[in-house]
């Protein structure tokens, strides 16, 4: 199915995200760096639109996590393109703990150079303040417990686990703070709002479980055509070698019957619980449902260690 302006609309901005959000805008006041967590999946989608307003000339440190659910050739075009936009992009699993000492050499080096600016003031080092944020369910407080090395937050795959900022001490040198994940008050692109929906990003109260699963089977459909301009972008036939059920140009609501109808005893209900959660835990294989604008442009370059 394709999401048009005739689709129901996902719009979630529960209570606690419009408080905590408040909050954060007067803590930020005190932070000197910001790590930006954004779904490996979905880069563009899971981008809140105010997040360089709200921090400014602050530096950031764009993280990527969750790179476990997509392809490396998936990893080195998004690289690439963070590139042409003058960003470098970390790439992380927090529930594993990938990519996490780049990390953390990454914001020891951001405190350092803002302590040496207070040095040559005259003034003393002190204790770095970062900040994490973030959409719902990105990993904020996952990758926090993996940059502690161990588990002092709250941590759950589901959006709204955490509802209050927490200051972390992680070293003598960095506080950590932890903000609940942060919406845009309303969510003005459909596409991008049922991209989060797919990957667990917002919460499941605002969306109807068998049209996202639907409009996924037909976005991985898509992304299956990244195949024959980036081998080894998605898996091939995902779908198929997952449910057994070819898509033979099924819209995704159609998909869906027929899997229902051969594997849940024509429960289509459950059926899109199962295809959600199937690709969410990477049980289709490594999918990344957005590819870079202009990827094709971009130069060949071999793909860094993570």
């Given amino acids: 199915m394709k999401v048009t302006s005739v689709t129901p609309p996902i719009q979630w901005y529960p209570g606690h995200i419009a408080k905590a959000e408040k909050n954060l805008l007067e803590q930020l006041k005190r932070v000197d760096v910001v790590l930006e967590v954004r779904d490996a999946r979905i880069p563009l989608a899971s981008t809140h639109p105010q997040v360089q307003q709200w921090i400014g000339e602050k530096p950031k440190i764009l993280v990527l996590n969750r790179v476990d659910l997509i392809s490396p050739k998936a990893v080195e075009l998004w690289r690439d393109w963070f590139r042409t936009q003058g960003e470098k992009a970390y790439y992380t699993d927090a529930?594993?703990?990938?990519?996490?000492?780049?990390?953390?050499?990454?914001?020891?080096?951001?405190?350092?150079?803002?302590?040496?600016?207070?040095?040559?003031?005259?003034?003393?080092?002190?204790?770095?303040?970062?900040?994490?944020?973030?959409?719902?369910?990105?990993?904020?407080?996952?990758?926090?417990?993996?940059?502690?090395?161990?588990?002092?937050?709250?941590?759950?795959?589901?959006?709204?686990?955490?509802?209050?900022?927490?200051?972390?001490?992680?070293?003598?040198?960095?506080?950590l703070l932890d903000a609940p994940g942060v919406l845009p008050g309303r969510l003005t692109d459909q596409a991008a709002a049922y991209r989060l929906a797919m990957c667990d990003d917002i919460g499941e109260g605002a969306y109807d479980r068998q049209l996202v699963a639907a409009a996924l089977v037909e976005q991985?459909?898509?992304?299956?055509?990244?195949?024959?301009?980036?081998?080894?972008?998605?898996?091939?036939?995902?779908?198929?070698?997952?449910?057994?059920?070819?898509?033979?140009?099924?819209?995704?609501?159609?998909?869906?019957?027929?899997?229902?109808?051969?594997?849940?005893?024509?429960?289509?209900?459950?059926?899109?619980?199962?295809?959600?959660?199937?690709?969410?835990?990477?049980?289709?294989?490594?999918?990344?449902?957005?590819?870079?604008?202009?990827?094709?442009?971009?130069?060949?370059?071999?793909?860094?260690?993570?």
């Avoid at 803002?114 to 996952?142: E, T």
């Avoid at 991985?220 to 997952?242: A, D, F, G, K, Y």
């Fill in 95 to 175: 529930q594993h703990g990938k990519g996490i000492d780049l990390l953390t050499k990454a914001a020891q080096a951001t405190g350092e150079k803002l302590n040496q600016r207070r040095r040559d003031r005259g003034m003393n080092p002190r204790a770095v303040r970062a900040v994490v944020i973030g959409f719902p369910n990105v990993g904020k407080s996952a990758l926090i417990n993996r940059l502690l090395n161990r588990r002092v937050v709250e941590s759950a795959r589901k959006p709204g686990v955490t509802r209050q900022l927490r200051w972390v001490r992680i070293s003598p040198e960095l506080d």
């Fill in 220 to 306: 991985i459909q898509q992304m299956e055509c990244c195949n024959r301009q980036w081998p080894h972008w998605v898996p091939s036939s995902p779908l198929q070698t997952r449910y057994g059920v070819e898509l033979d140009g099924l819209a995704g609501d159609e998909y869906l019957a027929e899997v229902a109808q051969t594997k849940f005893q024509g429960d289509v209900e459950r059926t899109a619980h199962h295809i959600l959660n199937d690709f969410r835990k990477g049980l289709l294989g490594a999918i990344a449902l957005e590819a870079p604008p202009l990827a094709l442009e971009l130069p060949a370059q071999n793909s860094e260690n993570l």
